[in-house]
């Protein structure tokens, strides 16, 4: 992959442009993976919680 004749032409440039694009939606996706986990759990408790203090009686807002 290290040709002379990539190094300035547009496939290199989009080679170039597909990993970063890769990494980006790694990057993002693990991101929003965390998030999920974040926010489920926040709910999770959350609603443990209200039961505990309704003395076991959910709140569905």
Known sequence: MQAPCFMHSDPFAWLIGAVL??????????YLDWL?????????????????LN???AIVK
């Open 21 to 30: 694009v890769n990494v980006a939606s790694f990057v993002a996706f693990s």
């Open 36 to 52: 999920c986990t974040f926010l489920i759990g926040s709910i999770g408790i959350t609603s443990i919680v209200r039961m505990e």
């Open 55 to 57: 003395g076991g009686q």
